[in-house]
């Protein structure tokens, strides 16, 4: 195959992305120089924060140029290589983009070692997914034995790991998530405590159920109806990470909450701990994620789901779909075969 495609940015989205945010084309495939590779992407991750890279709004990170080929990490082969260090047929992880073949330098590859687990799990459980749950949850939440630990996008990549996490470490976990099969499966199959459906009317009641004696530590991927829900609810102390707030990734203006006094008033009689964070914030950190997570993985003590769908042109609509909560568990795209 010759051709190669990629997925671009068409427009930058007013709310909610549209198909027609994205445009597919078609690019020669090219041929690695000195010191270069030649990647062909296997397995494409899908994540919340893609939304904040196609605007460009203050961040934390450039935005995609519009034209540019969607940001993203993906799982590849090493398919033609003129880098000392790098075989043909290796797998890597690298920041290639939505695309089905890119050129690298070698610098910011990783190689991925399947003896862990199955290479699409280096960007889920075993990736990036898995060690901002580690490390937002241990780093930040730091529960302790008999505390109770709430999570938003429960039934997710990542706070499905911040539950079991928590259970490990001997606390209470509570999740919220969107849906009874999604609710099902947090508590019988992964082992939460609870779980509550963010779409119940009756959402505040049942979490104070839930959470009898408050709430100690809240890791926030939501936002919005459910940290309103929440913020009642935290003890003196509590410790809040935050990690992401899809509930208003598609706001078109940035409106401050009618309760922020109530909310700044109760984070000091409360003393309440508050901290945005990104995962590489804790990039030292991640030998002991790989360790702990991969020895959780192996033994059952961390379980984790895939949605897959198949194919770079089906990559809009899945992430259209999973900032929609279409998606139950990590959300992924098989672009190609894992062996050419």
């Known amino acids: 195959m010759s ?48 939304r904040g890279r196609m605007s460009d709004g203050p961040s934390y990170a450039a935005p995609v140029p519009v034209g540019g080929v969607m940001e993203g990490e993906a799982v590849s082969e090493v398919a033609a290589s003129s880098n000392p ?12 983009g939505w695309q089905s073949h890119a050129i690298s330098n070698g610098k910011g590859l990783i190689k991925v070692d399947p003896r862990l687990g199955p290479i699409s799990t280096s960007i889920g459980v075993l990736g990036m997914p898995g060690m901002t749950a ?23 990549a990542v706070g499905s790991a911040v539950g079991q996490i928590a259970k490990i470490k001997g606390a209470r976990a509570v999740g919220i998530a969107g849906g009874k099969d999604k609710c099902d499966y947090v508590v019988k199959e992964l082992g939460f405590d609870a779980c509550i459906d963010h779409r119940d009317p009756d959402l505040a009641a049942k979490l104070k159920e839930a959470c009898p004696g408050g709430i100690d530590v809240y890791f926030e991927n939501v936002g919005g109806a459910v940290f309103e829900a929440v ?35 109760a984070t000091l009689t409360k003393r309440l701990t508050f901290r945005g964070f990104i995962v590489s914030d804790f990039a030292s950190r991640h030998g002991d994620f790989l360790r702990d997570m991969s ?19 089906s990559a809009p609509g899945a992430f259209i779909g999973l900032l929609k909560g279409a998606n139950f568990g990590k959300q992924l795209v098989r672009v190609g075969p894992d062996k050419a």
Request: charged content about 25%; overall charge neutral; proline content about 9%.
């Open 295 to 313: 020895e959780w993985v192996r033994d059952g003590k961390v379980k984790y789901k895939e949605f897959v769908t198949e194919g770079l042109e």
């Open 134 to 156: 580690y490390t937002g949850l241990l780093d930040i939440g730091k529960p302790q034995a008999g505390e109770t630990v709430v999570v938003a996008g429960a039934s997710g």
């Open 3 to 50: 051709q190669g495609k990629r997925i671009v940015l068409a427009a930058r989205p007013v709310g909610e992305p549209k198909p027609s945010d994205f445009r597919i084309e078609e690019f020669a495939i090219p041929t690695p120089a000195a010191g270069e590779v030649l990647l062909r992407t296997i397995w494409l991750s899908l994540d919340p924060y893609m």
């Open 85 to 96: 260090d790098f075989a043909k047929g290796d797998i890597v992880r690298a920041r290639t």
């Open 231 to 265: 913020f009642p609810l935290l003890n003196p102390f509590a410790r809040v990470p935050v990690c992401g707030l899809i509930a208003h990734y598609n706001d078109t203006e940035a409106k401050p909450p009618k309760w922020a006094g109530a909310m700044m008033r």
